[in-house]
């Protein structure tokens, strides 16, 4: 069975960066799209940024030329490299996978706390 982990996120002050990185396990169809969303408290859950298999990305107007999402595609692995953070970027980030065959695989989401 298909799994995602999630780790790399945590407290730090604007300004600063981290980087998180969600890694899959198990057996999975070839694998499309993967993206990073995020939750603020109260509101709703939304992308933040994706990149299909071709490497084509895809950004939020908020985190444009701050944020940028890579993947490993030999270990079922991407990336949210986040630069200059903002208080407005606090939330649970989730990534999300999507394989060829249409079924969609969420990872638990990881914390960033971004404090002004």
């Known amino acids: 069975r298909f799994s995602l982990q999630a780790s790399g996120g945590g407290l730090v002050q604007a300004g600063e960066s981290l980087r998180l990185s969600c890694a899959g396990s198990?057996?999975?169809?070839?694998?499309?799209?993967m993206s990073w969303y995020r939750q603020a408290p109260g509101k709703q859950r939304e992308l933040v940024a994706a990149?299909?298999?071709?490497?084509?990305?895809n950004y939020a107007d908020s985190v444009k030329g701050r944020f940028a999402i890579s993947r490993d595609n030999a270990k079922n692995t991407v990336y949210l490299q986040m630069n200059s953070l903002k208080p407005e970027d606090t939330g649970v980030y989730h990534c999300?996978?999507?394989?060829?065959?249409?079924?969609?695989?969420w990872g638990k989401g990881t914390q960033v706390t971004v404090s002004s």
């Open positions: 999300k996978v999507e394989p060829y065959n249409g079924i969609e695989y």
């Open positions: 198990g057996l999975i169809f070839s694998i499309n799209t």
């Open positions: 990149i299909d298999s071709g490497h084509r990305t």
